[in-house]
Nanobody, 124 residues
Framework: QVQLVESGGGLVQAGGSLRLSCAASGRTFSNYPMGWFRQAPGKEREFVAA????????YYSDSVKGRFTIFRDNAKNTGYLQMNSLKPEDTAVYYC?????????????????WGQGTQVTVSS
């Protein structure tokens, strides 16, 4: 079992930056690919970014490509999402997820573990 806890959300002005963290406990997180998703009020949950276990492979949604960076520090059992050039449409609850098999995964149901979410609000 893996427990994931997100942090780092908050209120930021458009054009600003935030770094989200996903702290893992339990089984060996360093062996697990991870991903980030988000859900805005009244909208469906959407994929944001994914990374394989080593961090050598990454995948981004078109809406965040070039602005967001997913990375991890396996020594700290923590994954991150660096968000730059934030836009009001990035406002959402952000969730991290992990899965105990190799690959890059874009679907929520491909993952086995999810955090509780952290709110990101971008003001215009």
């Amino acid at each position: 079992q893996v427990q994931l806890v997100e942090s780092g959300g908050g209120l930021v002005q458009a054009g600003g930056s935030l770094r989200l963290s996903c702290a893992a406990s339990g089984r060996t997180f360093s062996n697990y690919p991870m991903g980030w998703f988000r859900q805005a009020p009244g909208k469906e949950r959407e994929f944001v970014a994914a990374m394989n276990w080593s961090g050598g492979g990454t995948y981004y949604s078109d809406s965040v490509k070039g602005r967001f960076t997913i990375f991890r520090d396996n020594a700290k059992n923590t994954g991150y999402l660096q968000m730059n050039s934030l836009k009001p449409e990035d406002t959402a609850v952000y969730y991290c997820a992990a899965v105990p098999r190799s690959g890059l995964f874009r679907l929520w149901d491909d993952y086995n573990y999810w955090g509780q979410g952290t709110q990101v609000t971008v003001s215009s």
